[in-house]
């Protein structure tokens, strides 16, 4: 069974770093695309940032400048690295993973559980 697995949330002041991590374990075969979506109160989950297998990246405008999107893949691990944080990147971070594992018919997509990130003024 594959599993996403999270670390790095936290509360901070506007202006602060984190660094989000997530791992991917279980019978995994290949993993194809990786992200970070966030989920702010009352607001529907967004696109944060993407990283392709060969390490094609995108960003969400709001984030660009200030977050950087890595992944190690002999690690299976995504990364998130968040500087110049502001009030409104507050939000659940969720990683995302597209994998194909034993024993599956195809790549499917795989959600972590997401840290919370509280940016305070």
């Known amino acids: 069974q594959v599993q996403l697995v999270e670390s790095g949330g936290g509360l901070l002041q506007a202006g602060g770093s984190l660094r989000l991590s997530c791992a991917a374990s279980g019978s995994i075969l290949s993993i194809n695309g990786m992200g970070w979506y966030r989920q702010a109160p009352g607001k529907q989950r967004e696109l944060v940032a993407a990283i392709s297998s060969d390490g094609t990246t995108n960003y969400r405008y709001s984030v660009k400048g200030r977050f950087t999107i890595s992944r190690d893949n002999a690690k299976n691990t995504v990364y998130l690295q968040t500087n110049s944080l502001k009030p409104k990147d507050t939000a659940v971070y969720y990683c995302?993973?597209?994998?194909?594992?034993?024993?599956?018919?195809?790549?499917?997509?795989?959600w972590g559980r997401g840290p919370q990130v509280t940016v305070s003024s």
């Open positions: 995302n993973a597209v994998i194909l594992a034993h024993d599956s018919s195809g790549y499917q997509c795989y």
